[in-house]
């Protein structure tokens, strides 16, 4: 027998081992991620979603925090993105129309400095 087979052996059975404990006795299990993490036609439902939130709020403070949760980037940036994501999956329309309402609204929106009054 070769002296490189035990380990070659070692080694798979460490694999399979391994490959069986992570997948199917204690899988990772994601709680309580931030909508960054999700696929991109996920990312599209999400912004549209905050869309329609916000057209039956018409709250520009409370739809730029739901999409604040994103990062850094300015809220009309996150909503053009869902914009591009929607046509790419083929949303409806009327949805496309919803976020295109939302992404003008976040064009428009000012935030408010802390203990501060909009002008």
Do not use: C, H
């Amino acid at each position: 027998m070769p002296r490189w087979l035990p380990s070659l052996i070692a080694a798979v059975i460490g694999l399979t081992v391994g490959l069986v404990y992570g997948w199917l006795i204690d899988p990772v299990e994601y709680v309580d991620t931030t909508p960054d993490t999700l696929r991109a036609d996920y990312r599209a439902d999400y912004v549209l979603m905050v869309a329609e939130a916000y057209q039956t709020e018409r709250d520009p403070d409370l739809a730029a925090r739901r999409l604040a949760v994103w990062g850094s980037q300015p809220p009309a940036e996150i909503a053009a993105e869902g914009i591009e994501l929607a046509r790419q999956f083929g949303f409806e329309d009327t949805d496309i129309a919803l976020m295109q309402k939302l992404a003008a609204a976040m064009l428009t929106w000012q935030p408010v400095p802390d203990g501060g009054v909009a002008p």
